[in-house]
T-cell receptor
């Protein structure tokens, strides 16, 4: 079946540092989405990308939809403590609109 | 506006016992999803409803899992009998009719199941 390779699996950073994570797949997706999940909560949508090559920002977050439709990255600038959590990428199949999820990137900010 | 409401938040049962989870989606959202999330993994779709119709249940283990959305609003997910491997978080999500085409889902807080 379809799989997304999300990396890194976890990141330990200092407050104020920039963060970069990405997802790749052998499958072509119609849409790429980035969600964040806090402990004990459900995922919350951060950014949705609909066009190949699209670059979208949401505050300190920037995400891009790869030109081949097989990959995406998410950058967080000047990290703050509330950025801690697990970030998931998800690709949406054009055939049936099903979402395929990555395994997540756990962001930990060192005190 | 109220978000997606799930209950119970936590459930501990012994194997072979039944368990049920309830979900109330955001008002006006036609599409409802049940996802399974294992520790350290992303969500995996179990079933998707468009109003009261299950349009994608290909990933639902039908020998022990069942779901219903009788009036196209609330939904219940049942496991009978539960097995040790069913321990996970069960997430409910909803989206407006256009949301299923865009992937923009609104999730509840989840129901954490522990099977002993």
């Amino acid at each position: 079946g379809q799989q997304l390779n999300q990396s890194p699996q976890s990141m330990f950073i200092q407050e104020g540092e920039d963060v970069s994570m990405n997802c790749t797949s052998s499958s072509i997706f119609n849409t790429w989405l980035w969600y964040k999940q806090d402990p004990g909560e459900g995922p919350v949508l951060l950014i949705a990308l609909y066009k190949a090559g699209e670059l979208t920002s949401n505050g300190r977050l920037t995400a891009q939809f790869g030109i081949t439709r097989k990959d995406s990255f998410l950058n967080i600038s000047a990290s703050i403590p509330s950025d801690v959590g697990i970030y998931f990428c998800a690709g949406q199949l054009r055939s049936n609109y099903q979402l395929i999820w990555g395994a997540g990137t756990k962001l930990i900010i060192k005190p | 506006e109220a978000g997606v409401v799930q209950s119970p938040r936590y459930k501990i049962i012994e194997k072979k016992q039944p368990v049920a989870f309830w979900c109330n989606p955001i008002s006006g959202h036609n599409t409802l999803y049940w996802y399974l999330q294992n520790l350290g993994q992303g969500p995996e779709l179990l079933i998707r409803y468009e109003n009261e119709e299950a349009v994608d249940d290909s990933q639902l283990p039908k020998d022990r899992f069942s779901a219903e959305r009788l009036k196209g609003v609330d939904s219940t997910l049942k496991i009978q009998p539960a097995e040790l491997g069913d321990s996970a978080v069960y997430l409910c999500a909803s989206s407006p009719s256009w949301g299923s085409n865009t992937g923009e889902l609104f999730f509840g807080e989840g129901s954490r199941l522990t099977v002993l």
